[in-house]
């Protein structure tokens, strides 16, 4: 398990991550989300050993991972932007690689080579495209053999065909190897595929950490067309609204709460429409955040 204690780091002034706690279990895929600067890079480096709290601990196993060399050799960080020696080839990262991790195994380096087929072992990886260099750098993790995977916007810059790709191989490590696997992205339809638990930062602190089933069962896209208008008014004051936009005589809600709760007050008075309709996780991710006082307004130019 991977455990934060009330961690927080700060550069100057300004905390990157303040008084954050968090639990994540072994063998599950994690999804980071947040605002811009929220502080999820901060995060990742704290998880990987790259930074020291300054208050609190991050914990792998019960193991301190900052200047723990024994614990970090089963952590594998992908930045987001790949990095590799001067003129290397992707033969020559292997063997360096092979050099500092004991875990390395060579074997699952060329059984992984028919999925990475368009990468020549040969060339220069600072002569190939942004999205070859990021599947370089996840053939080199995955063939360390890490308990714990950190991916800092890992699906960036991948086509569709190589995105599933990815996706397959996560899903594979996790299931047959219990790989812990933590992503920050701002793609969120490619999160909602791939994680069964997500975390929402902002301002350098946890709004939530939730399994994402349970997020969706928290939160619903209600439609309905009262048939007096004074309904309404009880009804809101009877609901945890988050959101609520009027079209005509049809309005759209968003509430937090269960279904059954829902629906219970909404059809004691009868609505001509009532429609309780599926939230995708981008669409919790705008609604949580705007109810955190993160909310951009539209402006015409």
């Known amino acids: 398990m991977i455990k934060l204690e009330h961690t927080s780091k700060r550069f100057e002034e300004e905390y990157a991550v303040e008084d954050l706690s968090l639990n994540i279990h072994k063998g599950s895929i994690f999804g980071l989300l947040g605002s811009n600067g929220a502080g999820k890079t901060t995060l990742l480096k704290l998880l990987a050993g790259i930074y020291s709290p300054d208050q609190g601990k991050v914990t792998l196993d019960g193991q301190t991972v900052y200047e723990n060399p024994a614990t970090k050799q089963n952590i594998v960080f992908l930045a987001d932007r790949p990095a590799f020696f001067a003129q290397t080839t992707i033969r020559q990262m292997a063997n360096f690689y092979r050099s500092i991790y004991p875990t390395w195994s060579e074997e699952r380096f060329?059984?992984?080579?028919?999925?990475?087929?368009?990468?020549?072992?040969?060339?220069?990886?600072?002569?190939?495209?942004?999205?070859?260099?990021?599947?370089?750098t996840l053939w080199l993790a995955l063939s360390c053999k890490p308990q714990l995977l950190i991916l800092d916007e890992p699906i960036d810059g991948l086509d569709p065909v190589m995105r599933r790709q990815v996706k397959n191989l996560l899903f594979q490590e996790v299931a047959e190897h219990g790989v812990t696997v933590v992503i920050s992205s701002h793609n969120l339809r490619e999160i909602e595929d791939m994680c069964d638990h997500v975390g929402i930062m902002h301002e350098g602190k946890l709004l939530m950490s939730r399994e994402l089933d349970d997020l969706k069962l928290d939160m619903h896209k209600i439609q309905v067309a009262f048939r007096d208008e004074r309904h309404e008014q009880a009804v809101?004051?009877?609901?945890?609204?988050?959101?609520?936009?009027?079209?005509?005589?049809?309005?759209?809600?968003?509430?937090?709460?269960?279904?059954?709760?829902?629906?219970?007050?909404?059809?004691?008075?009868?609505p001509y429409v009532f429609d309780i309709l599926p939230m995708t996780l981008e669409e919790i991710f705008i609604y949580e955040m705007g109810d955190a006082g993160y909310d951009v307004q539209p402006i015409l130019l």
Do not use: N
């Open 236 to 270: 809101s004051g009877l609901l945890d609204i988050v959101h609520k936009e009027q079209r005509g005589s049809v309005g759209t809600y968003i509430i937090k709460g269960t279904v059954e709760q829902i629906s219970e007050i909404f059809r004691v008075y009868e």
């Open 110 to 136: 060329k059984q992984l080579a028919p999925a990475f087929q368009s990468i020549d072992l040969k060339r220069k990886l600072h002569r190939m495209s942004k999205g070859m260099q990021r599947q370089a």
